[in-house]
């Protein structure tokens, strides 16, 4: 990716109508959605754009919870009876311009991070995502590379715990 370009918060300058991505509805909601959500503290909308505007990619960050009925069996034991706090991974989205470069491994790494970043001072044990009725296998695997698993309750809802992200982050740590 070009050097130009850096993740920030949704701003007005942000050309979200020339985002095109194989989602139509990633792309509908960027365009239509996207700030009036942002503003009322819905959602938190981060895009990776250049100085002109140019988004390149984009994904959402919020607060969700999750039934402990709904986890798998594994999650459930030696849990508190109430609700998992998590961070859901709503809107994930790269023009179709900027495909095939690694921009989708890239943002969602940012997206991860981000997401532990914030669990340190909010609880969020795990970090939930649903997967677009549109979008490709390509985005399920892409998920799945980095450790997510369907939810047994719903496998279009896809979950990473946040001990996983902790690790990997502590992992390329020591690497460096």
Known sequence: ??????????????KREIFHCASRSIEEYLRTLARKQDRNNSTRVHVYANTNGRIAGYFTLSAATLELRDLPEEIQRGRPKFPLPATLLGRFGVDREFENRGLGSLLLG????????????????????????????????????????????????????MSVVRENLDRADRLE
Not at 1 to 14: K, N, V
Not at 128 to 148: C, H, M, N, P, Q
Request: aromatic share 8%.
């Open 1 to 14: 990716m070009d050097d130009d370009f850096r993740l920030e918060e949704l701003a007005s300058h942000h």
């Open 110 to 161: 940012l997206a991860l991070v981000n997401a532990y970043a914030a669990s340190k001072r909010v609880a969020s044990a795990a970090i939930v995502l649903t997967i677009a009725s549109d979008a490709s296998e390509r985005a399920s695997a892409l998920y799945r590379k980095y450790g997510f698993s369907p939810l047994p309750s719903n496998t279009n809802r896809m979950i990473l715990m």
